[in-house]
Structures are given as C-alpha cells and as structure tokens.
C-alpha cells in the first residue's frame, strides 16, 4: 500500500475492506439499508469510500453502510476508495470530522469515538478536544452518555427511543433511578423542560417516599414545585392574575430551555461569526434580566405580605 498516494481514488475488494471501526457506528436500519441496495442497483456508486492504510490493511473510516449495502448486491465486489494519510488517534478524528461534512454522528457514535480515544489511545479530555475541535466539556459530556448512562437507557438510546435531550437530563441522576425516572415521563409526556425540573426534584428528594411521589405524579409535583402556577386557565384566579399567572409560566419555561442551552451545545455550535452579532443580544439580555429579577422579587414580597 505504500505505492497508494493520499487522496487517490482507486477499486479495493469488499473482502480487502478491514471494518474494525464499524463499533464505532451505529447499525443502519433494515429500511436505509434496502434504500443503499437499491440506489447501488439503479446508479452504481457515486461516491468513494473513505480508508486509511496499516500494516496491509486497508482500513474503512466512511463509507460503513454502503459497504453493507454493496456485499448484500449481486454483482458487486468492489468500491471506489479514496486513501487518506492518518494514525490510529487522527482517524478517529477523521471519522468524526468526515461526518460533519455531511450529517452529523448520532451522540452515541461521537461518544464512542471520544471513549476510544480517552480510554484506548490515552488522550486527556483536553486533547481530545483539541483534536475534535470541540470544548472539553462537549467531550465530557459525551463520556458521560457511555459512562454515567444506565445500560437500559443507553440501548434505548442507540436504538432511538430516547433523546440525546432525555439522556442529557437523565445521565445528571444516579444509574439506579434513571430507567424509572424515564418511564414516569413517558407515561405523563412530559416535555423535556419538563423532564428536566423533574430530575431536578428527584436529585432533591430526601427520602425514598419522596421520590416516588415525585415518579408517581410527575406533573402534580412539578405543580406544587412551581408555586402553584398551572398552565390552563386557573378559575382560581381573576383575569389579570390567570394572564400574570401564565406569563411568568411561559417565561420560567422558556428560561429553563435558554439554561439547558447555554449549559450544554449552546456556545459549542456558535461559530466564531456568530460572536460579535449575537453579543450585544445577550448583554441587553444579562442587563434586563437583573432588573426584571429585582421588580419579581419586590412584587413576591408585597404578595406574600
């Protein structure tokens, strides 16, 4: 392989394919896979492979699901591969960089990278990033979704039945509860707003029995958590308070929602474009904010006096 000059396209054997990294990605499902069959039938392939070479081995980095495709094809026993130059540690990066380029990795595939880098290749989480070019706490995050996620909920995970919004929330609260807490919030269809005050209550329960109130009745909790302010109409309330009432509900959620973003992917997917538009926004934001705080705080206390 040494005679394979990078970024050459050339025609390598199905069999001359080394998978190793396809644990690295997610199975396509039975419908993608039969799409892949029958676009190789119609039009052939039209676009390379991704592979890097070692030792002998031509080693696949992009290109997993339609080399499936193609062994599952009459008549197929080649691809178009293009060589690029890369170690073990940069074509993980690659596999992930590649992805972007294109649609971006499921969470739990990003994790897996990041894991094997981490925990196979010896990189600290700073590296990694650097590698990724991500911030330390994106890739802290996605060790956690293998590392801190309970098994039952990482298989849902994989198998798309669970959000990498829910996992984020759920992964904050010990392996034993986050099945159960996930099951509460399927049964009462919360929102992920929602899923989130309610591990906040969980974390906060000091006793058994208070988590299972918590579990059992999720949204009365969660009512009684907030002071009372329901979402509907409150006929408990005159009209100017059920409008008060439901526009500090709508606010304290949308709150919530600008929390979990600036905490989590927020600043991570701004690009350094963004910066100097989005900045005046979010001073106005900081400064309106302290005084919309301090008039609530004045308005509570002559309430409840």
Request: glycine share 8%; net charge neutral.
């Amino acid at each position: 392989m040494q005679d394979w000059p990078g970024d050459e396209v050339r025609r390598v054997g199905l069999t001359d394919l080394d998978s190793r990294f396809a644990r690295y990605r997610l199975q396509a499902s039975a419908e993608a896979r039969g799409a892949l069959e029958r676009s190789l039938r119609r039009y052939g392939q039209l676009s390379p492979v991704v592979v890097c070479c070692w030792d002998g081995c031509v080693v696949l980095l992009d290109g997993f699901k339609r080399w499936e495709a193609a062994r599952a094809v009459d008549g197929i026993d080649e691809l178009l591969a293009r060589r690029i130059e890369a170690d073990p540690r940069a074509a993980k990066a690659a596999m992930y960089g590649l992805n972007c380029l294109t649609r971006r990795l499921h969470e739990l595939e990003e994790a897996w990278i990041v894991q094997a880098l981490v925990r196979e290749d010896g990189l600290s989480q700073v590296q990694v990033g650097e590698l990724l070019g991500r911030h330390k706490s994106w890739v802290s995050r996605r060790l956690a979704l293998l590392e801190k996620l309970s098994d039952e909920v990482r298989d849902e995970l994989g198998l798309g039945l669970v959000s990498p919004s829910q996992a984020r929330e759920l992964i904050r609260l010990p392996a034993g509860n986050q099945a159960e807490t996930l099951a509460a919030a399927r049964r009462a269809a919360l929102s992920a707003v929602d899923l989130r005050q309610t591990v906040n209550l969980v974390l906060a329960a000091q006793s058994r029995q208070q988590v299972e109130f918590v579990l059992e009745k999720p949204r009365a909790a969660l009512l009684q958590a907030g002071g009372g302010l329901a979402r509907g109409r409150d006929p408990r309330l005159s009209r100017a308070g059920d409008q008060a009432a439901r526009r500090v509900g709508m606010l304290l959620e949308q709150l919530a929602k600008l929390e979990s973003w600036l905490r989590h992917d927020g600043r991570a997917q701004l690009q350094s474009y963004d910066r100097p538009l989005l900045a005046p926004g979010f001073r106005r934001l900081a400064e309106q904010s302290h005084t919309a705080a301090d008039l609530s705080q004045e308005l509570a206390e002559e309430l409840e006096r």
